[in-house]
T-cell receptor
């Protein structure tokens, strides 16, 4: 089973509107972190926002917020007031608690390509 | 701000060549990582290092080796490049040390697009 599922290969949004990018995850660990990254066509992976499994409140970072629903194992990214520069691939990723080396790893979803239309 | 730099944005090599990809971070991070990114396969961890001279294999280490002689620098080595190693290579680092690892944010470099002919 996939650890991180992003069901939307592509999304379109009009400039200045809000958009939600979906992410569901699968883990049996009580402690884990969820991350969202943006990858423009230039290739760099840019960190956007983090949510810890014990955090009571949804994370926010400027125009980005994370809609964290722990019981449903979902961590959707909400981008408010979309801008043309938001056009990029967006990746959801998870870091779990495991013994040994594998807890160092980020597990990524396949990504969602967001296009912002003028 | 965390700064992770990679030695080349684009690289073209021939089959059988020895290839070095260099990564440098300026935030005194303990952990450094090498991933490769391929369409349809996403990001996969090749190797990581949690201290100078310390390394561990990731999910796809075959055909690669790494070197970490200094804390800030982590090199990925393709001993004999092959066409199936044509890919985007991303270096990352995080704070590491004590504390919950699942809460550490990994910061990435700009990536190196490697083509092996």
């Amino acid at each position: 089973a996939q650890k991180i599922t992003q069901t939307q290969p592509g999304m379109f949004v009009q400039e200045k509107e809000a958009v939600t990018l979906d992410c569901t995850y699968d883990t049996s660990d009580p402690s884990y972190g969820l991350f969202w990254y943006k990858q423009p066509s230039s290739g760099e992976m840019i960190f956007l926002i983090y949510q810890g499994s014990y955090d009571q409140q949804n994370a926010t970072e400027g125009r980005y917020s994370l809609n964290f629903q722990k019981a449903r194992k979902s961590a959707n990214l909400v981008i408010s007031a979309s801008q043309l520069g938001d056009s990029a691939m967006y990746f959801c990723a998870m870091r779990e608690t495991r013994s040994g080396g594998s807890n160092y790893k980020l597990t990524f979803g396949k990504g969602t390509l967001l296009t912002v239309n003028p | 701000d965390v700064k992770v730099t990679q030695s080349s944005r684009y690289l073209v090599k021939r089959t059988g060549e020895k290839v070095f990809l260099e990564c440098v971070q300026d935030m005194d991070h303990e952990n450094m990582f090498w991933y490769r990114q391929d369409p349809g396969l996403g990001l996969r961890l090749i190797y990581f290092s949690y201290d100078v001279k310390m390394k561990e294999k990731g999910d796809i280490p075959e055909g690669y080796s790494v070197s970490r002689e200094k804390k800030e620098r982590f090199s990925l080595i393709l001993e004999s490049a092959s066409t199936n190693q044509t890919s985007m290579y991303l270096c990352a680092s995080d704070r590491g040390g004590a504390g919950p690892k699942w809460a550490d944010t990994q910061y990435f470099g700009p990536g190196t697009r490697l083509t092996v002919l």
